[in-house]
């Protein structure tokens, strides 16, 4: 009874291992179909696992499991009872409509129970596979390659992200194959193991896996060297329809989903639009007003208001503009068309060829005020313009206006908004952003002095190592404080903070900068913009003269032009940005994108990788320390393994059950002082070798028991006691 | 040591000097109900040990002296017509005895050679649709020169085979040989020798050997051993099962002769030599490159595991 009941026992622990496994196959399927109801779902694997457990005969184990999906359909699609007459009725009906559906080859058209149906069908067959495999093939290696394909792919082409399940799949399927392996070997030695004796095959295979996996996690790793596979496979396939723009497909590139900032992100040469304007522009798409200690979302307070406009009608918003005398226009010709209109600052008018608009009846504008995107929209719907014009006329700020002290006071109430700062928001921040400010008078110059703080106190712009921050940490403060390393998201989240800190109301900035010249023929240079060029930036209100924008990251330029129409006390004031304008090209550029990692952090796995991550150092240097004491113990067992023994035996008493391991464990301390039986060697002629180097004649006393004991048929009285005494006399000899 | 047999030893001892190993293994090889080889060149005493074996067991000793002419009549017996009593009788042949010294074996006919080896094997003789028993104990002793020597008929494998041990007698060492001269100005020493044991303190002493337990896992290291002859690459026949069972039987009695009642891996790694040594056949190429079965034999040795525990159950 013990061998089957060691044999539940064993398969328990596959099942439970292989739910876990299962339970990653399920978080993305039902996260990218927006399926609910996992529990429901996961305790259906655990029945359906139970079931193949205790070998239930069939009939009943179907019975089991089509009562279950009966249950779960009927209570979950009509919140009935499933023995309630409407319930089956219900499924009744249900199960006629879908079965003709299916006959007549409508296959469209069969109903969601019916899909939940098939699905649990599904998972059903998956796990009388996997019962298959365990029980009988005994691996556990194609399921495994399936599951790892599986999230692979998921995490390719989905939103879905896989990092933590791959490594977690890993690892259970390594402990999977540990488990099979040494069931295999167990199976073609036919022999039965006990417990203990188990454990101790599998144990150390866990720990290693185990060990490797926390110094694979703390190890600093490249990034990959394919990037993301989506874009580079749309590029080499000439369809870039820039949808992963607005939906998030991509990580790289113009995203709207800013809720988690940070991590590393990979070039990506895509080219978003083409613009023929006389001078480098920042293409403004939309600003947001709310930060959340990890990134930034637009505020759901405010009641979001459209507001309508023509083509060629001027566009009111918050950005000051120049006078028409001064206007420009630049051409936007969309490679990878985007929903929004490109603003450079100061833009007027949007325009449009006629012959474009011959394609759309009535072709309007709508913006959004709080965030001042605007989309095109014809026929009642956003339009995606592959060609359009603006019109702008960049205003001139008058330096005396930006230096004044304002006349009235900044009102709270209307500023609200830019000036919302999370809770959780640490006070270092605060009292560093009153730090740098301190000199500073007026808001231009508190705004001037946050601004050029970055440059100034040893801040570095990089892509590839930026941290993440963790689950209790701030995206600002980590980078303030602990990091000093980061591209444009940093350096902008981080200064709208810190001019919020000090009372001027700051908004983020998100768009493109920049781009190559790639033709300069006719008037009008012609700008390549990539989803490289992507870019953030900050604007902040100066009371008297409005949203004027911000560029804190360093290597980047800020375009506002200023009329200096009073002398500056302080001419480098200005200058400060200057000096760095020639390295905006060389400089790595600067781009915008998702970050790469979300979701799926309240889960303990994520957490203990979070704290490995967060105590990084500390955890290089503990799996080190097991490491040289691993191999400290290794070197010296010769010391302090006969101790060890004695200790462990002392209080043992030595009879019929243990005399060959006590024995055994003899012969491997007689090893550590040096004698090394052979294996050809007899035990006879190993004790007298022992003895005559120790000058005893124990070891052959005892030696002649235990031959006695194993050669010997019956089992003549052995004084253990003795015994016992000769083991512990010759574990402790010392050779003198 | 087992008393009797040390007797019995110090017995032989007393007119083969330096010879106790090879009174110890025809001790064994009798006790074990087996038969032994002696190889070696002519002289060096072989038909004194037999001789000395029968006197100091008090056995009955007979000897054949195998030539070439020799006809298999002339070993089991022959049956004569009497004319007293108008029928044949039978007339045994030198085989119905206790000890029997086969000398120069390999000179004789394969025919009168199979002869006897075969009624070593069974232990009774058949003679015109007759069966007669040999009495016990029955062991035989058969010398040979080494095979290289002119005019004889090597033994085919399969006869070898019925021999639990080959025993070389090897020369004396130079102050045993003195010894010998000194002992060969009297009178020789054999005529003078008394019996230590009786027939039934023999062939109790005989059923006590197959008492003598042998524990799976020796028998798991004596196959390990055979195993691994079969396997060698210089080996062109490994031994037999027959061989296996020769080893195990020759350790019971060597147990035996040390007072043990269970067997011991020292016991057969001792006889191993003996016993398969002349079971193997080399292949010529290694023969010719001068390897000895001992060499290989030893080489297995050092390879095999010496079981250390009690025979784990399957």
């Known amino acids: 009874m013990k061998t089957n009941n060691f044999h539940y026992m064993e398969l328990a622990l596959y099942y439970i291992v292989v739910f876990f496994i299962l339970q990653e196959w399920l978080i993305p399927i039902l996260e990218l179909t927006k399926t609910g109801h996992m529990e429901l779902i996961l305790l259906f694997i655990g029945v359906c696992l139970i079931i193949s457990l205790f070998n239930v005969h069939f009939i009943i184990s179907w019975i089991i499991k089509l009562a279950y999906i009966a249950w779960f359909i009927t209570d979950v699609y009509e919140d009935l ?176 989903n800013d809720s988690r900032l940070g991590g590393a992100f990979v070039a990506d040469d895509t080219v978003v639009f083409l613009a023929q304007a006389d001078s480098k522009q920042y293409w403004r798409v939309e600003t947001k007003d709310t930060y959340t200690s990890k990134g930034w979302e637009q505020s759901v307070t405010t009641p979001t208001e459209s507001v309508y406009f023509n083509l060629n009608e001027d566009i009111n918003y918050s950005i000051p503009t120049g006078t028409d005398e001064s206007a420009k226009v630049a051409h936007i010709t969309q490679i990878n068309p985007f ?179 790639v033709d300069t023929s006719g008037g009008l240079k012609t700008y390549e913009v990539t989803n490289n060029n992507a870019h953030s930036w900050v604007e902040a209100y100066i009371p008297d003269v409005g949203w004027v924008n911000f560029e804190p990251t360093i290597g980047f330029s ?18 400060v940005l200057e000096e760095e304008e020639r390295t905006v090209e060389e400089l790595e550029r600067e781009r915008e994108q998702q970050p790469t990692t979300k979701e799926n952090n309240s889960n303990f796995f994520v957490d203990f990788i979070d704290m490995i991550n967060k105590n990084h150092i500390l955890f290089v240097v503990i799996n080190l320390s097991i490491l040289v004491a691993g191999i400290l113990l290794l070197i010296s067992r010769k010391k302090w393994l006969p101790k060890l023994y004695v200790f462990m035996n002392r209080n043992k008493p030595m009879d019929e059950t243990n005399f060959e391991t006590m024995f055994t464990k003899l012969l491997k301390a007689l090893e550590f002082k040096g004698f090394k039986r052979k294996h050809d060697q007899t035990l006879q002629s190993f004790a007298k070798e022992v003895d005559s180097v120790l000058g005893t004649k124990k070891m052959s006393e005892i030696t002649h028991i235990y031959e006695q004991f194993i050669y010997g048929k019956q089992q003549e009285e052995i004084d253990f006691n003795k015994m016992k005494e000769i083991w512990e006399f010759l574990i402790n000899r010392r050779i003198s | 040591m087992h008393q009797k047999i040390e007797e019995v030893i110090s017995n032989i001892e007393k007119v083969m000097i330096g010879k106790r190993e090879v009174a110890q293994l025809s001790v064994i090889a009798m006790l074990a109900g087996g038969h032994v080889l002696l190889e070696d060149v002519p002289g060096v005493g072989k038909t004194m040990m037999v001789r000395a074996l029968a006197k100091s067991m008090g056995l009955e000793f007979k000897r054949i002296q195998f030539t ?82 002119e005019g004889t008929y090597p033994l085919p494998e399969a006869q070898l085979d019925r021999f639990m041990l080959k025993i070389r007698m090897g020369y004396p060492t130079p102050q045993e040989e003195v010894e010998v001269l000194r002992r060969a100005e009297n009178k020789q020493p054999i005529t003078t020798l008394d019996s230590v044991i009786s027939l039934d303190e023999l062939l109790e002493l005989q059923e006590e050997v197959k008492a003598v337990y042998v524990e799976d896992s020796i028998k798991a290291y004596i196959v390990q051993i055979a195993r691994a002859t079969r396997k060698v690459s210089e080996v062109y026949l490994g031994v037999s099962p027959r061989a296996s069972i020769a080893l195990m039987k020759a350790s019971q009695a060597f147990a035996k002769m040390n007072n043990r009642d269970y067997v011991i891996p020292d016991d057969v790694q001792y006889l191993v030599p003996y016993v398969f040594a002349h079971r193997i056949i080399l292949r010529p190429e290694a023969r010719y490159d001068g390897i000895t079965q001992e060499a290989i034999l030893n080489r297995i040795i050092n390879k095999a595991i010496v079981p250390i525990k009690r025979y784990a159950e399957k």
Not at chain 1, 116 to 142: D, P
Request: proline fraction near 7%; charge should be negative; hydrophobic fraction near 40%.
């Open chain 2, 68 to 149: 070439p002419d020799l006809l298999p009549s002339d070993v089991i017996g022959v049956s004569i017509y009497n004319p007293k009593t108008l029928q044949f009788e039978f007339r045994p042949g030198p085989i119905l005895g206790n000890i029997i010294l086969a000398d120069e074996i390999n000179r004789t006919s394969p025919k009168t050679q199979s002869a006897l080896l075969e009624s070593m094997e069974e232990a009774s003789i058949s003679i015109d649709g007759q069966t007669i028993q040999i009495p016990k104990p029955f062991f035989v002793m058969a010398t040979q020169n080494p095979i290289e020597y």
């Open chain 1, 81 to 256: 009872s499933i023995l309630s007459t409407d319930g089956l009725l219900f499924l009744l009906s249900e199960m006629h409509y879908n079965i003709v559906t299916v006959f007549s080859g409508r296959w469209l058209e069969i109903t969601d129970p019916f899909r939940t149906f098939l699905f649990f069908i599904l998972i059903w067959m998956l796990i009388y596979l996997i019962h298959y495999w365990i029980t009988i093939r005994k691996t556990i290696f194609y399921f495994l390659v399936l599951t790892i394909f599986f999230i692979a792919t998921l995490d390719t082409f989905t939103e879905y992200d896989g990092n933590y399940a791959m490594i977690k799949i890993v690892l259970l399927g390594l402990i999977m194959t540990v488990f099979l392996y040494v069931k295999g070997l167990i199976v073609q030695a036919g022999i039965t193991l006990q417990w203990h004796k188990y454990v101790k095959l599998v144990m150390p295979t866990i720990l290693i896996i185990g060990l490797v996996s926390i110094l694979g996690i703390t190890l600093p790793k490249s990034e990959p060297i394919w990037p993301d596979p989506v874009p580079f496979i749309k590029s080499a396939t000439g369809q870039g329809d820039g949808v992963e723009g607005g939906n998030g497909v991509s990580k790289v590139g113009y995203g709207t």
């Open chain 1, 339 to 517: 929903d929004f209109i490109m603003q450079p600052y100061g833009m007027k008018r949007v325009e449009l060829n006629p012959d474009d608009l011959e394609n759309h009846s009535e072709i309007g504008l709508i913006m959004n005020t709080n965030t001042e995107k605007i989309y095109p929209y014809g026929d009642n719907k956003i339009l995606k313009l592959e060609r359009y014009s603006v019109v702008y006329s960049k205003p001139s700020l008058l330096y005396s206006q930006l230096q004044s002290e304002p006349s009235v006071p900044i009102d709270p109430i209307v500023f609200e908004p830019y000036l919302q700062l999370p809770d959780t928001l640490p006070d270092r921040v605060v009292d560093l952003a009153n730090d740098v400010v301190r000199s500073a008078k007026t808001p231009y110059q508190k705004a001037r002095a946050i601004e050029s703080y970055f440059a100034r106190s040893g801040f570095r712009y990089e892509t590839d190592d930026v941290a993440i921050p963790t689950a209790g940490q701030d995206y600002v403060d980590q980078f303030l404080f602990e990091t000093k390393l980061g591209y444009c998201d940093n350096f902008s989240t981080s200064m709208v903070v810190m001019l919020r800190s000090v009372g001027i109301p700051a908004r983020w900035v998100k768009g493109f900068m920049g781009g190559e010249i």
């Open chain 1, 558 to 575: 800020n375009m506002r032009s200023i009329e200096f129409d009073i002398e500056t006390t302080n001419p480098e004031d200005e200058l």
